[in-house]
């Protein structure tokens, strides 16, 4: 097995975008595929190294980019400066992510009618937001994601599969956001399961997030927990 990568550019309302595709070129199948959808910082590091982990597993991955080439920040002040435009305009976010999974679907590596995507924080938002626009994903993960709905009418009823994960004491899905989506799930007919961990807060993957203060941090606990509910039902949404 040799996990590789390339840098993937391509078109999309207000583009480019710029990501990181990541494979096994042990073998020249098409396979399923999982986007990738990265926090309030945009694209980095850490994402295509998820990405690599992914392909480990057998599938291809995306890192994606929803910011816009170069567009990344860093933490402390103006780091949601990119998200928050999005956020003001979901519809155009839906069309993003719309142009995010048509680049991946093209790519030679991958099985077009056969890919999930995960996303955490932002990306756990972007990940429901694809559910609720019907767009053709096998399923959905979200990681101390945040649960807001858009402003435009979501699909009836939601046909992709939904694993949760939230921390507890996340300050930014707080319990009612979190029996809110449950409800909105079970109104939509979706399949749909949340896992919650106790005592952990907002950004409870991110290793780079120490320190943080009451309700955000790392929490090794929960990041191996999740990452394994994650790969159990990435391979049973593919199997359908």
């Given at each position: 097995?040799?996990?590789?990568?390339?840098?993937?550019?391509?078109?999309?309302?207000?583009?480019?975008?710029?990501?990181?595709?990541?494979?096994?070129?042990?073998?020249?199948?098409?396979?399923?595929?999982?986007?990738?959808?990265?926090?309030?910082?945009?694209?980095?590091?850490?994402?295509?190294?998820?990405?690599?982990?992914?392909?480990?597993?057998?599938?291809?991955?995306?890192?994606?980019?929803?910011?816009?080439?170069?567009?990344?920040?860093?933490?402390?002040?103006?780091?949601?400066?990119?998200?928050?435009?999005?956020?003001?305009?979901?519809?155009?976010?839906?069309?993003?992510?719309?142009?995010?999974?048509?680049?991946?679907?093209?790519?030679?590596?991958?099985?077009?009618?056969?890919?999930?995507?995960?996303?955490?924080?932002?990306?756990?938002?972007?990940?429901?937001?694809?559910?609720?626009?019907?767009?053709?994903?096998?399923?959905?993960?979200?990681?101390?994601?945040?649960?807001?709905?858009?402003?435009?009418?979501?699909?009836?009823?939601?046909?992709?599969?939904?694993?949760?994960?939230?921390?507890?004491?996340?300050?930014?899905?707080?319990?009612?956001?979190?029996?809110?989506?449950?409800?909105?799930?079970?109104?939509?007919?979706?399949?749909?399961?949340?896992?919650?961990?106790?005592?952990?807060?907002?950004?409870?993957?991110?290793?780079?997030?120490?320190?943080?203060?009451?309700?955000?941090g790392y929490d090794e606990g929960a990041d191996r927990r999740s990452w394994a509910a994650l790969c159990a039902f990435v391979q049973e949404v593919f199997e359908k």
């Open positions: 097995m040799t996990i590789r990568r390339r840098t993937l550019v391509h078109d999309g309302p207000g583009g480019p975008f710029e990501g990181v595709f990541a494979w096994d070129d042990g073998t020249d199948v098409a396979r399923p595929a999982v986007l990738v959808i990265p926090n309030v910082l945009g694209q980095k590091e850490a994402d295509n190294r998820k990405a690599e982990d992914l392909a480990a597993l057998g599938y291809a991955a995306f890192a994606c980019d929803l910011f816009g080439q170069g567009k990344r920040t860093q933490r402390g002040e103006g780091s949601s400066r990119y998200m928050d435009e999005l956020n003001a305009d979901r519809t155009l976010l839906r069309e993003r992510l719309r142009a995010t999974l048509a680049a991946c679907a093209a790519q030679p590596e991958v099985d077009a009618g056969r890919i999930a995507a995960i996303g955490f924080c932002f990306g756990g938002k972007c990940v429901l937001d694809m559910a609720r626009a019907g767009l053709p994903i096998r399923g959905g993960v979200s990681l101390h994601g945040v649960y807001d709905r858009p402003d435009y009418d979501s699909v009836a009823p939601i046909t992709v599969p939904l694993l949760v994960c939230h921390g507890w004491d996340d300050p930014l899905a707080p319990p009612d956001a979190l029996v809110a989506l449950g409800q909105e799930l079970t109104a939509a007919d979706a399949d749909w399961q949340i896992h919650a961990y106790g005592h952990a807060g907002h950004g409870f993957t991110d290793r780079a997030l120490t320190a943080a203060g009451s309700g955000f």
